[in-house]
Nanobody
């Protein structure tokens, strides 16, 4: 059974940092697409960041470029999101996504597997 489990969320003041982790189990995602999404209350889940498994090229939502860094530990089957200079508008539930059907990342919500989400709250 494939599972993605996020951790690392919490409450932080504006300007602070958090590091999210996503541990995959059941199958290895080392050569498949993985990404982070987030969802604000009352809105659709939106793409935040993704990373190619082969060349480790990264892709980001414009509003997080320069502040967030996505990385992956293929040996450990873990995905990370380092979030710096956090803003109140970054407050959301953050989800890890993975897809064993595709190698290349996508920025739409058509991922096969999702974690349960972790709450990030940034106070002003």
């Amino acid at each position: 059974q494939v599972q993605l489990v996020e951790s690392g969320g919490g409450l932080v003041q504006a300007g602070g940092s958090l590091r999210l982790s996503c541990a995959a189990s059941g199958r290895t995602f080392s050569t498949y697409a993985m990404a982070w999404f987030r969802q604000h209350p009352g809105t659709e889940r939106e793409f935040v960041a993704a990373i190619n498994w082969k060349d480790l090229r990264t892709y980001y939502k414009d509003s997080v470029k320069g502040r967030f860094t996505i990385s992956r530990d293929n040996a450990g089957n873990t995905l990370y999101l380092q979030m710096n200079s956090l803003k109140p508008e970054d407050t959301a539930v953050y989800y890890c996504a993975g897809d064993l059907r595709r190698r290349l990342i996508i920025t739409t919500r058509d991922y096969e597997y999702w974690g349960q989400g972790t709450q990030v709250t940034v106070s002003s």
